[in-house]
């Protein structure tokens, strides 16, 4: 194993122990937010792959998402399938819808692309009402059981979420950085700066923007299943066209190019209804206020964010920190 992949290899394995351990000392509330950052995690780390690397713009992924969250529900709920077998299915049935929809997408670019991903999210959700297997407006019910007795009676089932969703953020998270360092990141990297050069290189644009479509995706549908994982259910409120703007927002946030910001933009999705939930207590505890605000933070975010920090508070950020490293 080359020295620079044990290095990696041993920080993961290191940053999944601290994290494991801190959520045997939080609250349930922290320890389900815990979780939650792990899913946008994922979400967000399809955004960069996708945009990022290939530079294709999606506006879609939490419909991506509702194929994997779908996938993973109706494995359990109808074919009593185990959880982790649907996790597995959720991940390749998403990259195959993926691959499918981004050989179209590889045809289209800029706007025309976001247009038919934004499309996408709006539609595709929906389409479960369609079907009685889906379950309608009511959904499906996804059940991963009860921890195992060896973990303790203190072990709680949101705990069992969050080592869940963390042991497999951490595991994508390996192996999509190793993924994006590889000859495929840097050929990706060269299609969004310039794709003719790459095409006279010898490479197919066409072809890699496609696979970057199928593993974007395939990451966009775990996640989406371990979004249903956390709330139990496979609805089409569960992945609004909310969901992809946040998704969005939150990459914006980290930088787009690269995965080192991905936790920072997470954590300040998940933040955001606490905060929102803070000022409607302020004005009076409106549920109006209390439902539409969360949409309302994220869309100032966005704009804010595009427009002073375009490259995302996280990029600046690990630029200034590499800037102050050089000085020394």
């Not at 649907?86 to 045809?107: N, T, V």
């Not at 921890?147 to 497999?168: C, D, H, N, R």
């Not at 709330?231 to 609004?240: D, G, H, K, L």
């Not at 980290?254 to 955001?272: D, T």
Request: hydrophobic share 50%; aromatic share 10%; glycine share 12%.
């Amino acid at each position: 194993m080359p020295k620079k992949l044990k290095i990696r290899l041993s920080m993961f394995i290191l940053l999944g122990w601290v994290l494991l351990l801190l959520g045997d000392r939080v609250d349930e509330l922290r320890v389900y937010q815990g979780a939650s950052i792990a899913v946008y995690a994922i979400a967000i780390g399809s955004i960069v792959l996708l945009t990022g690397y290939s530079g294709q713009i999606s506006l879609g992924q939490g419909a991506l998402m509702a194929v994997g969250g779908y996938v993973a529900a109706l494995a359990s709920f109808e074919f009593g399938v185990p959880f982790w077998a649907g996790f597995i299915l959720a991940a390749l049935f998403s990259g195959i819808f993926g691959g499918l929809l981004g050989i179209a997408a590889a045809r289209l670019s800029g706007p025309y692309l976001a247009g038919t991903t934004l499309a996408l999210a709006v539609g595709l959700p929906s389409l479960a009402n369609q079907f009685p297997i889906l379950g309608g407006e009511q959904g499906l019910y996804f059940d991963i059981g009860m921890p195992p007795a060896i973990l303790g009676e203190s072990f709680t089932q949101y705990k069992w979420f969050y080592w869940i969703a963390v042991l497999v953020a951490l595991i994508a998270f390996f192996l999509l950085s190793n993924l994006l360092s590889s000859r495929y990141g840097r050929t990706w990297r060269g299609i969004g700066s310039n794709e003719t050069a790459i095409a006279l290189s010898g490479s197919n644009p066409q072809s890699l923007k496609i696979l970057a479509f199928t593993l974007s995706s395939a990451l966009a549908g775990l996640s989406g299943a371990l979004l249903v994982m956390t709330i139990s259910t496979a609805s089409p409120s569960a992945f609004p066209l909310a969901l992809s703007l946040s998704v969005v927002t939150g990459a914006v946030i980290a930088g787009v190019s690269s995965l080192k910001g991905v936790i920072f933009g997470s954590v300040i999705l998940v933040a955001i209804p606490e905060v929102a939930d803070s000022i409607s207590h302020q004005v009076g505890d409106s549920l109006r206020i209390s439902s539409t605000l969360p949409g309302l933070l994220i869309s100032i975010l966005l704009v804010f964010a595009v427009l002073v920090t375009p490259n995302g508070p996280g990029e600046n950020l690990r630029h200034l920190l590499h800037k102050g490293r050089s000085h020394k």
